[in-house]
């Protein structure tokens, strides 16, 4: 099946220092999404990806889809410590497979005040 | 902003016996999805749900899962005879439609022991 390989894994930083993670893919995706997840929470949206080489900011959030559609990554600025959680870039194919989603492993972010 | 609602938030349960998870997904939805999450895994697709059928389901979701819409507002996951590699979060998703992004429940916490 498809696969997402995300990174990096774990990331520890200082509040105010910006954060960098990233997706990648063997296969093609049409939409590129990033979620957070809270801890006993469930999965929200953050930045919608469409259109490859779509460059897309929320607040202090940016995405980029990847030009070859196998790619993305989300910039996080000036972190606070409400930033912590677990990021999954998610990745959903077209085709019959159109509403499935495959999400990566996830990056698991500490802000330290 | 409109939630997609789950219940219960957790529940254990003897191994073989079945389970009913339930979903209240949001009003004017018309896809319907269920996602499960072992601890300290990737959140994994199991099936979608559209037009009262199953449009997709993934290799996981074997003879022992169903899904049913039994009214107008609720999504139902049953699991017939639990094993104890059931357990793990299991959450409902809905959507417009196919294109957009998901809203999430706070997930079930399944425990089989």
């Known amino acids: 099946g498809q696969q997402l390989n995300q990174s990096p894994q774990s990331m520890f930083i200082q509040e105010g220092e910006d954060v960098s993670m990233n997706c990648t893919s063997s296969?093609?995706?049409?939409?590129w999404l990033w979620y957070k997840q809270d801890p006993g929470e469930g999965p929200v949206l953050l930045i919608a990806?469409?259109?490859?080489?779509e460059l897309t900011s929320n607040g202090r959030l940016t995405a980029q889809f990847g030009i070859t559609r196998k790619d993305s990554f989300l910039n996080i600025s000036a972190s606070i410590p409400s930033d912590v959680g677990i990021y999954f870039c998610?990745?959903?194919?077209?085709?019959?497979?159109?509403?499935?989603?495959?999400f990566g492993q996830g990056t698991i972010l500490t802000v330290h005040p | 902003e409109p939630e997609v609602t789950q219940t219960p938030s957790h529940q254990v349960t003897q191994m073989g016996q079945e389970v009913i998870l339930r979903c209240v997904p949001i009003?004017?939805?018309?896809?319907f999805y269920w996602y499960r999450q072992i601890l300290g895994q990737k959140v994994e697709f199991l099936v979608s749900f559209y037009n009262n059928e199953i449009s997709e389901k993934s290799e996981i979701f074997d003879d022992q899962f169903s899904v049913e819409r039994p009214d107008g507002s609720n999504f139902t996951l049953k699991i017939r005879s639990t094993k104890l590699e059931d357990s793990a979060m299991y959450f409902c998703?809905?959507?417009?439609?196919?294109?957009?992004?998901?809203?999430f429940g706070s997930g079930t916490r399944l425990t089989v022991v």
């Open positions: 998703a809905s959507s417009k439609d196919s294109a957009y992004g998901y809203t």
């Open positions: 990806l469409y259109k490859a080489g």
């Open positions: 296969s093609i995706f049409n939409t």
């Open positions: 009003s004017n939805h018309l896809y």
């Open positions: 998610v990745g959903r194919a077209g085709g019959t497979s159109y509403g499935k989603l495959t």
